[in-house]
């Protein structure tokens, strides 16, 4: 399916789930772009940041995946955009910081509630190819495995920085990496 033009959507589902609180006057809040082609591993997403506004943006933006979405019927794009203007109209209106918590599953149910076009989810269920994991992360305290991407610096398992710890990062559960293997 073809592309559609973002705007569009963004004005009408502001108006219709947000009452026109991601606008100032006429212009929105944020930047809405498709992605240039790289974005291959998730839908879209939402990013804030100085570093944005520095380089003469507006601060924030949402940027849907024209590979994943292209392909998929035009619900996956309404759907994927809304659930990036939720996290927007959190950040942006209600200024609180928030992944999905409260305030966006609130805010989710009242969108499904509300109409019947597309519906909301958490976690998107578009087929996306899978990467195996370059690197399995261990907890030396645990013992537990975790696949990942790229190693991280003083990443902690959070199971055990929580039960050993008081939730606070503690050098002890800073996690080990090892290179996976073929098999794994």
């Known amino acids: 399916m073809p592309l559609v033009p ?12 947000f009452s026109g609180s991601l ?15 790289r974005l291959r591993k ?10 944005l506004a520095a380089a003469g943006g507006q601060g924030s933006e949402i940027v849907l995946s024209r590979p994943l979405l292209e392909p998929l019927p035009q619900s996956a ?17 209600l200024h609180v910081r928030e992944g999905h918590g409260p305030h966006f599953h609130a ?18 269920q578009f087929p996306v190819p899978i ?9 030396p305290c645990c013992g537990r495995r975790s696949p990942y991407r790229r190693r991280m610096k003083k990443a902690a398992c959070r199971q055990c920085c929580d039960r050993h710890h ?9 996690l080990v990496y090892e290179p996976a293997s073929l098999e794994d």
Request: aromatic share 12%.
């Open 131 to 139: 990467t195996p994991p370059r690197w399995w992360a261990v907890c």
């Open 6 to 17: 973002l705007l569009p959507l963004f004005h009408r589902f502001n108006r219709e789930h």
């Open 107 to 124: 805010r989710m149910a009242a969108i499904n509630a509300a109409q019947n076009e597309f519906q909301l989810s958490v976690r998107h």
């Open 166 to 174: 008081g939730g606070s990062w503690h050098a002890s559960c800073v």
């Open 77 to 93: 794009t309404e759907s994927t955009l809304c659930h990036e203007m939720i996290h927007a109209w959190i950040d942006l209106v």
């Open 23 to 37: 606008v100032q006057g006429s212009q929105p809040l944020l930047a809405v772009r498709w992605s240039d082609g």
């Open 42 to 51: 998730t839908a879209g997403f939402y990013r804030r940041g100085p570093l």
